[in-house]
């Protein structure tokens, strides 16, 4: 793989960095402060996307930035990898930085600046994550990211969000630091490097015993992988305002956790060394015991946000069954999931968003009949909960497909049933609220009359995420070429 | 000229010292001035020489022109280099940033306080700088009463006693050490540091010498507050007046630490403190459980000072392990921690003065809200706090992980295990904090979050507030470029001392 | 038996001065009157002091002061015959230290004296509690 030295993911990273006084000192103009929001994104993006023909090619980018010790620097590497999550991420911020405009006056939100100012720091940090060469970057971005989003979580500064919080800190620095950072060092003190290698760099390096419990280490330690039983942060992290939801537990903070989680899969031990080691099944079944449970707790949940909620726990474990199967066919469906869940769950996210600021109804049992009000919103759920599900003709469905497939590849017939099972649970928990939305009669209490669909701002963005979870389906050659690069 | 600076170091305190003493009948206004232009000028002095010292090796420097071992001897490596610029860049940051806070404080007296000030920082770098066993303990009194004296002028009710204590606790410490000091006198009959090392490794079995080290090390124990003999520091340090606390807080028991490796790695030497004795797993599980003391009696204070000079009691465990673990990991780290912790601390301390010059006490209930009304100063705390959880790029993260490296090296998981709960419960501590300032005061049966009071913004002045953003850059400049600094100046100081 | 008695006599200096400093430790220590503590703290600066000047005694030697060494060609010294002027005066500045320590603890054992009334450490901190 020809390393070429480029300043560009350092840019990347950088946009929305440099942004964040623009935004502080246009606080009292709004469009102004959105609108560079809104610039900073799209430049993000465009440099993510420079980099991309380059990246096709089978080349990577690197940049140094500052040497630590021998082995250990703040590094940016952008490769197929990276570059897949990176590109989800950043176009994923245009999009929720005009929903969120949309979404904080329609509701008349305090400190939209503080807001909108962490929301930068927050992408900075999963660009961050997304370019890192080493476990130490990775590290760095991944608790910097932890740090952004906590003003983000507690925005309503009520107690409600205090408790929210406090779960959000204890589980996510807890684990970070109490598990990663000693796992890191041990990995250096073996390894003599913190480089992700394409082989891994732990092969021989220690017994099998110190091995396994390493990656438990680090399995468990990226909490924000939301893997049962470390999960609960995240429903309780619902209490933030949806775009923060939309974008930051469907799309960005959980799969900081599920990319991390994969790059220590792949770069630090290696396919091999799992497999070897026999590693890759007791992963296998941990993810599937999230899917079931996360899918069966969803079921009971009253709140749509926290229905969701559940959903993504359950599919971020998909991500980590795919990989965990060691085969070509379950890590290309595992790691696709990344791209496919998020459109179709910030869709999802979007649209309950936009329920909220229509009609202030957080509850499922209240939307009967909200769908014939709302026909585009309600129609943009139907697509997500499709995608998620995994039903065609939407992107879920590919990424589903494959981890089938994969499972078969891997001989594992009880992750192929769990697998199956879960779409069938989705399917349970999903349809209704779309059936109930169209077909039921109008839960008369506290009904505003003669609303119609959520405003444009909102609108606009749940259509855009909504229509390219169908063209996923269509046009997934980007996302698979770029898989299967990293796959060497 | 040059070659003159390391006592000018010395000197231009000193002579500050007594000018203002003189000013004081004369033209007051003068004194603050004068006190600013003597420390810029150490400061730059010491940075010449660390430059010196990086380029050309160890610089000597005799007082008078007596060679040692009859004359004073000041020997500068990288090691005492690089505290001394720590020293007087801390010295010199405190008192442009404390001009406000001493006003405040203690109206009539400023002069007094400056004149103090400057001779405890003549103390300091006397300490450092010094190649001569009873020199340090001379200066090293000088400073403590300097600090004795400072401290009183704190909280009119508490002070004198925490003073007081401080003083018992302070005579045993530096007793203990200059009987150490007397038993090395008479085994080996010099009182030069590196004149003793070359006489020791002959005297290695002697009972005089064991008795010497343990005297030794016992008395700078007491100094900086190692657990169990911590009990002055939080009374000392919480009831003092700001600017004392700001520079005694980060300097004081660093130093301290420095005088301890100065002892086992230059003078005793690694042969006879790691492998003639066999304390340093005993001394190094003594660390971990000041880490921990000091980090669980944190979690129990109520009052924002006291629960950080807490902190740096479990600080000073860090140092003390990792200087004991005896790898040249542990040793980097703890040499990189000791500027980290230095810095750290200082920002901590700055912030905190910043909130008591506009906050009347420093109790949990008070801080609600915070962020809102002093958006800055909090920006500098939280920088700081982060960095002391040890959460890259801060300086904070890059010694702990040296200390992690070298515990895992020398196979000591309790220091690993005592670190990485530490850690813990340091960021239990800080987003303690966090959340408290972060919230604003509830009204009761307020629950829909949007309209709520705003507090109202009123922050520290610029002159308070300048140099703490100052530190707190400084805090994510020295963590990115702690390869730099490791690279030039520890590791040659480590693989210097360290077999 | 007889060895230890031996070892005793024979150092009979460091026995007694440690038996000083111990004394003056416990007073710190357990002594409840500040100025009683005071007292303690310099009985104990004090041994060390001793000790110091006692290990600088040799026997048959003579005061370290060398006669008719002003202005002209000093006369070979025998170093062996005088005692060790080092440690006196590493002692005298131990002593301005001591001395200088002392005055200032004083002064703050006045100034709480002021504040409270009493030089009772279990008191002072009662009516602190007070306050």
Known sequence: ?488 | ?499 | MPDILGVFVAKYNYWLFIVLMMVGLYAMIAKNNLIKKLVGMNIFQTAIIFFFISIAYKKGGTLPIIENAHGHSAPAIHAAEYMNPLPHVLMLTAIVVSVATFGVALALAVKTYRRFQTLEEDEIRIRMRQK
């Open chain 2, 1 to 499: 000229m040059s070659f003159q600076y390391p006592a000018l170091i010395i000197i231009i305190p000193v002579l500050a010292a007594v000018f203002c003493s003189a000013l004081m009948w004369g033209n007051r206004r003068l004194v603050y001035p004068l006190c600013v232009l003597a420390l810029t000028v150490t400061a730059l002095s010491t940075f010449v020489l660390l430059a010196e010292v990086i380029q050309f090796g160890p610089v000597d420097y005799r007082m008078a022109g007596w060679p040692p071992p009859w004359g004073i001897q000041m020997r500068i490596d990288l090691l005492n280099g690089l505290v001394l610029c720590i020293v007087s860049v801390i010295a010199l940051v405190n008192l442009i940033a404390s001009f406000r806070s001493v006003e405040q404080e203690l109206a009539e007296k400023t002069d007094t306080f400056y004149i103090l000030y400057l001779l405890f920082v003549t103390g300091l770098l006397g300490v450092v700088i010094t190649g001569d066993l009873f020199n340090l303990y001379v200066l090293l009194e000088v400073t403590s009463l300097a600090a004795y004296a400072q401290i009183a002028m704190g909280d009119p009710d508490r002070s004198p006693v925490a003073s007081l204590n401080y003083v018992f606790l302070g005579v045993i410490g530096a007793s203990f050490y200059l009987l150490g000091v007397g038993y090395l006198y008479i085994k080996t009959g010099s009182l030069n540091m590196m004149d003793i090392a070359s006489i020791l490794p002959s005297l290695y079995s002697s009972l005089a010498v064991f008795t010497a080290f343990v005297f030794c090390m016992v008395g700078v124990w007491a100094k900086m507050a190692l657990f169990p003999l911590h009990v002055w520091l939080p009374n000392a340090y919480a009831y003092a007046p700001t600017a004392s606390n700001r520079i005694m807080a980060p300097l004081m028991t660093k130093v301290m630490v420095y005088v301890m490796i100065r002892l086992m790695f230059s003078v005793f030497g690694m042969d006879y403190v790691f492998e003639e004795l066999a304390l340093s797993e005993h001394i190094v599980l003594l660390a971990s459980i000041a880490i921990l003391a000091g980090a669980v009696l944190a979690l129990a204070q109520k009052d924002l000072k006291k629960m950080l000079t807490y902190i740096i009691v479990s600080e000073i465990g860090y140092l003390v392990g990792g200087a004991w673990l005896g790898n040249s990991a542990a040793l980097t780290g703890t040499v990189l921690h000791v500027l980290n912790d230095a810095l750290m601390t200082f920002c901590l301390f700055l912030a905190v003065g910043n909130m008591s010059y506009k906050l009347k006490n420093l109790h949990f209930d008070n801080l609600q809200g915070l962020f809102s009304r002093m958006p800055l100063t909090m920006a500098g705390f939280v920088l700081a706090g982060v960095s002391i959880v040890g959460i890259p790029p801060t300086c904070g993260f890059f010694s702990k992980w040296f200390l992690l490296s070298g515990a895992l090296e020398a196979g000591n998981y309790v220091f690993l295990l005592a670190l990485v709960f530490s850690s813990l419960i340091n960021a239990v501590l800080f987003f303690r904090i966090f959340e408290i300032c972060f919230f604003e005061p509830m009204h009761s049966g307020e629950d829909h979050a949007h309209e709520h009071s705003r507090s109202v913004l009123s922050e520290a002045p610029a002159s308070m507030l300048l140099p703490l953003l100052l530190v707190a850059a400084g805090l994510l400049a020295v963590g990115l470029y702690s390869g730099m600094i490791v690279d030039h100046v520890v590791a040659p100081f480590v693989s210097g001392v360290v077999a």
């Open chain 1, 1 to 488: 793989m020809e390393q070429i030295i480029s300043i560009k993911p350092l840019f990347a990273v950088l946009a929305s960095l440099l942004v964040i006084p623009v935004l502080i000192s246009s606080s009292e103009k709004p469009n102004i402060r959105e609108g560079w929001t809104i610039l900073a994104g799209i430049i993000k993006f465009s440099l993510v996307v420079s980099m991309l023909p380059a990246v096709l090619q089978g080349q990577q980018l690197v940049y140094t930035l500052f040497t630590f010790v021998p082995g250990v620097a703040i590094k940016f590497r952008v490769d197929s990898l990276g570059m897949l999550f990176a590109l989800v991420a950043s176009f994923l911020w245009i999009v929720t930085s005009i929903y969120s405009a949309g979404y904080m006056r329609g509701l008349k939100e305090h400190a939209q600046t503080r807001f909108f100012s962490f929301f930068a720091l927050a992408l900075s940090a999963t660009i961050g994550v997304a370019f890192s060469a080493n476990l130490l970057t990775l590290y760095m971005f991944y608790e910097i990211l932890s740090l952004s989003t906590y003003p983000l979580v507690a925005h309503h500064q009520d107690e409600e969000a205090r408790k929210s919080g406090r779960k959000y800190l204890i589980y996510i620095l807890g684990t970070s630091i109490g598990l990663v950072l000693p796992s890191m060092i041990v990995c250096y003190n073996l390894a003599g490097t913190l480089e992700f290698g394409s082989q891994g760099i732990l092969a021989g390096q220690a017994s099998p015993t110190v091995l396994g419990i390493l990656l438990f280490m680090f399995v468990f330690g990226f909490a924000k992988a939301a893997i049962m039983p470390l999960h609960a942060w995240l429903p309780a992290a619902m209490v933030a305002p949806t775009p923060v939801s939309a974008l930051l537990h469907a799309v960005a903070v959980v799969k900081v956790g599920v990319f991390s989680i994969i790059r220590v899969l792949t770069g630090i031990f290696g396919i091999e060394l799992l497999s070897a080691l026999n590693l890759g099944h007791v992963i296998g079944y941990i993810a599937a015991i999230t899917i079931l449970v996360g899918s069966l707790i969803a079921i009971s949940q009253n709140e749509l946000k926290r229905l969701l909620a559940f959903s993504t726990i359950s599919q971020l474990s998909y991500i980590i069954l795919g990989v965990a199967l060691l085969t070509p066919k379950g890590q290309l469906g595992g790691i696709i999931h990344i791209v496919m869940h998020a459109f179709g769950k910030i869709t999802l996210f979007f649209c309950a968003g936009a329920i909220m600021v229509t009609t202030g109804k957080k509850y499922i049992s209240q939307m009967h009949g909200l769908g014939r009000q709302m026909p585009v919103t309600f129609l943009a759920f139907f697509i997500g909960s499709l995608s998620v599900i995994g039903l065609p003709p939407t992107g879920g469905f590919y990424s589903k497909w494959y981890l089938v497939l994969g499972s078969l590849q891997a001989e594992q017939l009880p992750l192929l049933l769990v697998l199956l099972a879960s779409s069938f649970l989705n399917a349970v928990y999903f349809l209704p609220v779309v059936f109930k939305g169209f077909f039921a009669p109008v839960y008369s209490q506290g009904v505003k009359p003669g609303y119609s669909e959520a405003p444009s701002m909102c609108l606009y963005p749940l259509a855009i995420t909504a229509l390219i979870s169908v063209g996923l389906f269509f046009y997934p050659d980007l996302f698979r070429d770029l898989i299967q690069l990293s796959m060497g």
